[in-house]
């Protein structure tokens, strides 16, 4: 949950003082690994379960806060965004039915959550991205009014010295731009905890990295953003990026991002780790009070870290270094960040009892994976199974296996002996691995699931039809906790009527033709006739919609004195235009009033799609549209 007393740094003199709480808290750190002060075991587990709000028409419900206040729960708290959750499950001793009781207390968690929220028309899901996102959610009055969340934005904004840059390509491309970090509010995750003997940490650390890639292909859940096809796990390339202070230039210097995999194996000490991240990245935030640790240490106390552990939650590793000060002996963890959250509780928990069963089944000795194995083929492997979940040929010691055969004949197998080892029980090993396995085997992850409905629905209903689709039966199937393998493609009984409170992005065209003011009326008669178009939009060099041409217009240009030669002097510039967010019965309203066959639906000053008469003709005035089953 972070540490909330944080200030942005004043001075250099203030700089200093931050820096040299850090290195003493390192130092501490040092001091009491060379001394063995951790507690070395039984393991516990944890987890945190990131959620999304939406209302009763499926998009990002701001709520949050109003959500929090009715649900007096502690375990519940705020996110980055006005419309996610965080839920904090209680901590459980590894063995026996540890999992089951996970599975039941994150269940009772959600049902809490639900009826608060409810209160307020909206829902609790549990999705990687949302698909009915829009970028309009991303503003800056959607972010929590939490300082430390502004503090935060404003620091990596300033460092980076403009706005941050999203590029990514998938079966589409997106490529947009952001004021602030909210970008990062577009991800929900299921983090997962174990604790690691200090003695033990370098070769756990080492191994949590070597599983990543095929564990995250098991597991993706997160393939639209903005109605874009992106990656498998889109939220990987999306945190990255949106936190990225790193800008372009001419130069080939390499620099790390603050969202990183990770640059090497450990050797050592876990404390490579903290030494790394104050090495490469400038502190963002400070506080007051901090501790002198090594005196704590020196006398036979437990140093709370505060300022290394800041840092720490400004550099984002997916396998992170977790410093736990408890009593009578502080502990370390291994908080694997990369699970998104969903398709289903169910389906959490097996992914939970998977990683957690691998972690326990490694048998490696401490320096064989950085003796046999390069650190770039595990990053790679990590990034490709983002890109392509489980259609990935992973470098596994050196032999290409495909995610398929690697899961099923070693991974799953090594994850089952690691459960057994910590006592878990036998029935619910069965439940829980039998779930990867049958999602493995059937090919079928949320990703897949999504994607697959996401066409069908898409072509049939449009865009926003399909992401609406996709949300309410995302809703009904996690509230029968159905593992995803077990979802059935959309049906009749998932329908989505349209109707005149529905709004303009639900019927409008997206992929739009468009011609610069400056072009010749030849090139824009060129492409309404190909491609059988009434209503071209004319766009500034900024990509400011500053005109309409019709098919009207270049009839009576071509009827006339034939002078003019540019679309700029016989385009329509007093233009009636829509909003996204306009709804359908308005849109039927200006339409009829002014008499018009078409208008443009523009997003600050910038054309995000065509609305026509033939566009609008689809919705019914009373039932509206479904969906029906294929």
Same mark, same amino acid.
């Given at each position: ?46 987890? /945190? ?71 307020? /028309? ?33 620091? &990596? ?97 390499? $620099? ?20 790394? @991240? ?25 140093? $709370? ?56 089944? @490694? ?40 995610? $398929? ?74 509230? =029968? ?16 009527? &349209?109707?005149?409170? @529905?709004?303009?992005?639900? &019927? ?33 060099? =900024? ?32 233009? =009636? ?9 308005? &849109? ?37 549209? =479904?969906?029906?089953?294929?």
């Amino acid at each position: 949950m972070g540490d909330f007393r944080v200030r942005s740094i004043t001075d250099k003199a203030d700089h200093r003082k931050a820096y040299l709480s850090h290195l003493d808290d390192l130092a501490a750190f040092e001091m009491m690994l060379e001394e063995g002060l951790f507690d070395e075991g039984p393991a516990w587990i944890g987890a /945190e379960q990131e959620l999304c709000l939406v209302g009763k028409d499926y998009q990002a419900s701001t709520t949050a806060l109003e959500v929090l206040d009715r649900i007096k729960d502690p375990r519940y708290t705020n996110e980055l965004a006005l419309y996610n959750l965080e839920a904090n499950l209680d901590p459980l001793p590894l063995g026996g039915s540890c999992f089951r009781e996970t599975e039941e207390q994150l269940l009772g968690l959600l049902d809490i959550g639900q009826a608060a929220a409810g209160s307020q /028309e909206a829902r609790i899901l549990q999705c990687g991205i949302l698909p009915t996102l829009k970028y309009r959610n991303l503003q800056f009055e959607n972010m929590t009014p939490e300082p430390r969340y502004k503090t935060l934005s404003a620091s &990596l904004k300033a460092l980076r010295g403009e706005d941050f840059q999203i590029y990514l390509q998938g079966a589409d491309d997106l490529i947009t731009s952001l004021n602030s970090v909210l970008f990062e509010a577009c991800n929900t995750s299921f983090q997962l905890h174990l604790q690691i003997p200090s003695r033990d940490f370098v070769r756990q650390h080492n191994w949590s990295q070597m599983i990543a890639g095929p564990v995250l292909a098991a597991c993706v859940n997160s393939p639209l953003l903005f109605g874009r096809e992106l990656w498998a796990e889109t939220r990987i390339a999306i945190f990255k990026q949106s936190l990225d202070t790193r800008s372009s230039s001419r130069n080939l210097r390499s $620099k790390m991002a603050r969202v990183y995999f990770g640059q090497d194996w450990l050797h050592h000490s876990a404390a490579e780790i903290w030494r790394n @991240n104050l090495s490469r990245f400038p502190l963002l935030l400070t506080s007051d009070g901090f501790e002198r640790a090594t005196d704590v240490v020196r006398a036979g106390g437990t140093p $709370k870290l505060r300022a290394v552990r800041l840092q720490n939650g400004t550099t984002y590793t997916w396998n992170r270094l977790c410093y736990g000060p408890t009593s009578p002996k502080p502990h370390l963890r291994i908080e694997c960040r990369y699970i998104p959250a969903g398709p289903s509780t169910l389906d959490e928990i097996a992914n939970f009892a998977f990683w957690t069963g691998l972690m326990q089944g @490694n048998d490696l000795e401490k320096g064989l994976l950085p003796e046999r194995v390069d650190f770039k083929s595990v990053r790679d492997n990590f990034v490709k199974a983002a890109r392509t979940g489980l259609g990935t040929t992973f470098d596994w010691f050196g032999r290409l296996r495909t995610a $398929k055969s690697l899961l099923l004949d070693t991974l799953i197998p090594q994850a089952r002996v690691g459960l057994e080892r910590s006592g878990v029980d036998t029935r619910d090993i069965e439940k829980y691995l039998g779930v990867i396995h049958h999602r493995v085997t059937g090919e079928t992850t949320g990703s897949s699931w999504t994607v697959r409905n996401f066409r069908s629905l898409e072509k049939a209903h449009g865009t926003a039809a399909a992401e609406t689709a996709l949300v309410r039966m995302m809703l009904e199937y996690q509230r =029968e906790n159905l593992p995803v393998h077990e979802w059935q493609d959309y049906r009749q009984s998932f329908p989505v009527s &349209l109707n005149s409170e @529905n709004t303009v992005e639900y &019927l409008m065209t997206r992929d739009v033709f468009a011609v610069n003011h400056n072009d010749c009326i030849e090139r824009a008669e060129m492409i309404m006739n190909w491609n059988n178009i009434h209503h071209l939009p004319v766009e500034n060099d =900024e990509g400011e919609l500053v005109g309409l041409l019709t098919d009207g217009l270049l009839r009576r240009h071509r009827e006339g004195s034939n002078d003019k030669e540019y679309v700029a002097e016989i385009m329509l510039r007093d233009l =009636e235009t829509v909003g996204p967010e306009t709804s359908l019965g308005r &849109l039927r309203q200006i339409m009829l009033s002014g008499r018009f066959s078409g208008l443009p639906v523009v997003c600050d000053k910038k054309m995000v799609g065509m609305i026509t008469e033939r566009d609008l003709a689809l919705l019914q005035p009373d039932d509206g549209r =479904e969906i029906q089953q294929v």
